[in-house]
Each structure stands twice: as C-alpha cells, then as structure tokens.
T-cell receptor
C-alpha cells in the first residue's frame, strides 16, 4: 500500500532561517499529497496540497512541489517566524485497497527561536 | 461557521468505565474518521465511516466502538476493554475518501486513572 516517510525532528531554527522538511512517498497510481500543521493542544489544519505531478501547493509562505520523479513533497519556507513553531505532517491519499484513506507521516516538530 | 466540533476538550474517567466522545460536523461531508494521537507520535486511525449506517475498522479498532446514525455525527466509545485509553483523540471529516483532504476538529484529551 501507499506510505509516506518524513524527516525526524525536532528541527530547531533561528527566526528568519530557511526551512526544509523532507517528505518522500511510495504509491501506486497518482495520489494527492498534503501538508498539515498542528499547534500545541490543537487539531490538525490543512496547510497546502497538490493533486498531480509538478503541482506546487502554497500557503502562508510555505511551499511544496509534487515531484513524481523523486517521489517527494518537501515543505519549504524562506523565512520562518516564532509563530511557525508546530508539528508538521506530510500525508498522501491511500490506494484503493487501503480504502482511499489519508496516510500520514510521523510528524516533524519545528521549534523556531527568536 | 462550518466546521467540526468535539466535546468536551478534556475528559477524565476512572478505569473500567466506558466513555463516549462526541464529534459533530456541519460541512455536509460524507466521510468521518477517528484518530488517536499519543505524545510525540503520529496519528493512528481507529475507525472511519464513508456513509451513514456504515463504518470500517482502522488500524487500532480493538477496545473502541462507533456508530453513524446521522450524517453529521460520529461518536466514539472508548470501552473498558481498551488497555491504554489515555490519549488525544481527533475527529476528522471529508467529502469522500480518496483524494479529498480531511478537516479536523480541535480534539479531546482523555485521561483514565
């Protein structure tokens, strides 16, 4: 079945640093790809998504490009803020025999210091 | 405002008691999901429902039960058979399964002592 692997955290950056959180996947067919963000004690919020190869999802300064040749969907931001401190989850749509559910990575904790 | 509500935010129970967590959505979504999240961990799927009066087990269904009598509601019961019930429980919904994104509620933190 489909699966996703994301880099382990925690990731600690200084304010205004460049952020990359790696996400790679294995999948049959053409899954959709997602990034979610979870702030402490809250539910997950959809950050961005891409539904086909070479699509770029973007939101709030975050970007990720659906790369089929490298099976990747890395999350990037040019200049992080303290308020970006959260846990980030990469996800993809499951295969038919997985009931089409979303498959989530383990999450990467980001801590941004002033 | 459309969204997903979960209540209560914090729930405390004694060991051996069943407890039911509420999840309501007014997004007109067909599919609903329950996840469990342990500290520093990812999400694990407990149950999901693609349509009213139908639901399927997820990866860790043992010790849990659900019902889907209305499109808007998908309550989760944590039974006394669940060996480690203390966790953060998240409910989500989507237009359907497959490529649709899921929308999450704020979660319920259950503590069983």
């Amino acid at each position: 079945g489909n699966s996703v692997t994301q880099m382990e955290g925690p990731v600690t950056l200084s304010e205004e640093a460049f952020l990359t959180i790696n996400c790679t996947y294995t999948a049959t067919g053409y899954p959709s790809l997602f990034w979610y963000v979870q702030y402490p004690g809250e539910g997950l919020q959809l950050l961005l998504k891409a539904t086909k190869a070479d699509d770029k999802g973007s939101n709030k300064g975050f970007e990720a490009t659906y790369r089929k040749e490298t099976t990747s969907f890395h999350l990037e931001k040019g200049s992080v803020q303290v308020s970006d401190s959260a846990v980030y989850f990469c996800a993809l749509s499951g295969s038919y025999n997985q009931g089409g559910k979303l498959i989530f990575g383990q999450g990467t904790e980001l801590s941004v210091k002033p | 405002d459309g969204g997903i509500t979960q209540s209560p935010k914090y729930l405390f129970r004694k060991e051996g008691q069943n407890v039911t967590l509420s999840c309501e959505q007014n997004l007109n979504h067909d599919a609903m999901y329950w996840y469990r999240q342990d500290p520093g961990q990812g999400l694990r799927l407990i149950y999901y429902s693609q349509i009213v009066n139908d639901f399927q087990k997820g990866d860790i269904a043992e010790g849990y039960s659900v019902s889907r009598e209305k499109k808007e509601s998908f309550p989760l019961t944590v039974t006394s058979a669940q060996k480690n019930p203390t966790a953060f429980y998240l409910c989500a919904s989507s237009f359907g399964t497959g490529t649709y994104e899921q929308y999450f509620g704020p979660g319920t933190r259950l503590t069983v002592t």
